[in-house]
């Protein structure tokens, strides 16, 4: 069954407002495939979202980069998705590595977010990933199928849901998984949701790749199989960002 190419840029914690406007002005140029071919989204910081939903081209979408556990209250700093839906914005990422390790977010407290903002009806990009050490001590698999364990034990329906897989060590160090790499890892992932979900949702599930994506390695991480996708960095604010939506074209003619 085929899976539309799914491509999101994470803008992470930089810039300025000008500095945006300048990345979204880039992008409403490019020369890209339609929208039948590949899917875009991009994620500024939350300062930015409104102006970036404002500006940016209609065919491409907007993520936040995190959202509350619960519905929204007490909770000083934190923005719900309730927000987030207010401001008509229809993706976000959750679980990324640097959220689980820097605020120590558990996979169950990964899970409980996933379940929630789907219940108030975002869309999300659900991250997944291992250390250095882990893939060092062969567990690789292991981990992923644990953080992925727990949001499946919290989601029935996984029409809105892209899975990432992030090595984190592959994670703004300039290193990448092989596209071989890469593709054994999106197997396993989507062997244990034919296992242990349906075999309809392991099929129709995209699982994209996050490491160190850039210009110079997206076509062949694109002609992998398993591979549906990207989930780019810094990258994603330079030029060959447009590159990396290209090679969309990649899996369509494969």
């Known amino acids: 069954m085929a899976r539309k190419f799914f491509v999101g840029g994470n803008w992470k914690c930089n810039g300025t407002s000008e500095e945006v406007k300048k990345?979204?002005?880039?992008?409403?140029?490019?020369?890209?495939?339609?929208?039948?071919?590949?899917?875009?989204?991009?994620?500024?910081?939350?300062?930015?979202?409104?102006?970036?939903?404002?500006?940016?081209?209609?065919?491409?979408?907007?993520?936040?980069?995190?959202?509350?556990?619960?519905?929204?209250?007490?909770?000083?700093?934190?923005?719900?998705?309730?927000?987030?839906?207010?401001?008509?914005?229809?993706?976000?990422?959750?679980g990324h590595s640097e959220r689980r390790s820097l605020l120590n977010e558990s996979n169950e407290f990964v899970g409980d977010k996933v379940a929630y903002a789907?219940?108030?009806?975002?869309?999300?990009?659900?991250?997944?990933?291992?250390?250095?050490?882990?893939?060092?001590?062969?567990?690789?698999?292991?981990?992923?199928?644990?953080?992925?364990?727990?949001?499946?034990?919290?989601?029935?329906?996984?029409?809105?849901?892209?899975?990432?897989?992030?090595?984190?060590?592959?994670?703004?160090t300039g290193k990448v998984a092989t596209p071989a790499q890469a593709q054994e890892v999106h197997y396993e992932l989507r062997k244990w949701l034919q296992e242990n979900t349906s075999p309809e949702v392991a099929a129709t599930t995209r699982i994209i790749y996050g490491g160190s994506v850039n210009g110079a390695n997206c076509k062949e991480l694109a002609a992998k199989p398993d591979v549906d996708g990207f989930l780019v960095g810094g990258a994603s604010l330079k030029p060959e960002f447009n590159d990396i939506i290209k090679s969309a074209e990649v899996k369509k003619s494969a």
């Open 23 to 94: 990345i979204v002005s880039s992008l409403n140029n490019s020369q890209v495939p339609s929208s039948d071919v590949v899917e875009v989204v991009v994620s500024p910081p939350f300062v930015f979202l409104p102006l970036v939903k404002s500006t940016l081209r209609p065919d491409f979408h907007v993520a936040a980069q995190n959202c509350w556990v619960k519905k929204g209250g007490a909770f000083t700093g934190e923005v719900s998705a309730e927000m987030l839906v207010n401001l008509d914005i229809p993706w976000v990422i959750l």
């Open 118 to 172: 789907l219940s108030q009806g975002l869309k999300v990009i659900a991250c997944v990933g291992e250390t250095l050490e882990q893939r060092e001590a062969g567990s690789t698999t292991e981990v992923v199928a644990a953080q992925t364990k727990a949001i499946a034990a919290r989601v029935s329906n996984w029409a809105d849901v892209v899975l990432a897989y992030e090595p984190v060590w592959a994670i703004g």
